[in-house]
């Protein structure tokens, strides 16, 4: 997957009449063409590429990570905190709060409530029409 860097980031809001960097986002992401970041595989993949590392040790170091917690998050063992996938999202320069819903939705399928599931899918439709 290429990852397509963006001339803003959370940190730098760009604002669009008023609107916040999100709207901004869904603009680039469609002007671009941007392959969206779906899974937390291509959260962990797309952040290496930031940083430009292939290691997944360099990322927990560069997350702050004291554990190998990349490690069991991509084997299924353990999800992010919010606070990690919010750190994330900044890394992949993706919208925090798509990042924060799909993280509730993986948690959700992975303990099967799929009427959470629908209400998370849900939301974040609202999120990205709201952009």
Same mark, same amino acid.
């Given at each position: 997957?290429?990852? #397509?860097?963006?001339?803003? @980031?959370?940190?730098?809001?760009?604002? #669009?009449?008023?609107?916040?960097?999100?709207?901004?986002?869904? $603009?680039?992401?469609?002007?671009?063409?941007?392959?969206?970041?779906?899974?937390?595989? =291509?959260?962990?993949?797309?952040?290496?590429?930031? $940083?430009?590392? =292939?290691?997944?040790?360099? +990322?927990?170091?560069?997350?702050?990570?004291?554990?190998?917690?990349?490690?069991?998050?991509?084997?299924?063992?353990?999800?992010?905190?919010?606070?990690?996938? *919010?750190? +994330?999202?900044?890394?992949?320069? &993706?919208?925090?709060?798509?990042?924060?819903?799909?993280?509730?939705?993986?948690?959700?399928?992975?303990?099967?409530?799929?009427? +959470?599931? &629908?209400? *998370?899918?849900?939301? +974040?439709?609202?999120? @990205?029409?709201?952009?």
């Amino acid at each position: 997957m290429m990852c #397509v860097t963006r001339q803003y @980031s959370p940190n730098k809001k760009a604002l #669009v009449n008023g609107n916040s960097w999100v709207k901004m986002s869904y $603009i680039l992401d469609i002007v671009l063409d941007r392959k969206t970041v779906e899974n937390l595989t =291509d959260y962990i993949e797309t952040a290496k590429q930031a $940083i430009e590392t =292939d290691s997944d040790r360099a +990322l927990d170091r560069a997350l702050g990570n004291k554990t190998t917690l990349v490690y069991q998050w991509r084997t299924d063992r353990a999800f992010p905190s919010p606070e990690k996938m *919010y750190q +994330l999202a900044d890394l992949c320069e &993706e919208n925090p709060a798509k990042a924060l819903m799909q993280l509730d939705i993986w948690k959700a399928q992975a303990s099967h409530q799929q009427e +959470l599931v &629908e209400v *998370y899918k849900g939301i +974040l439709r609202q999120l @990205s029409h709201a952009a």
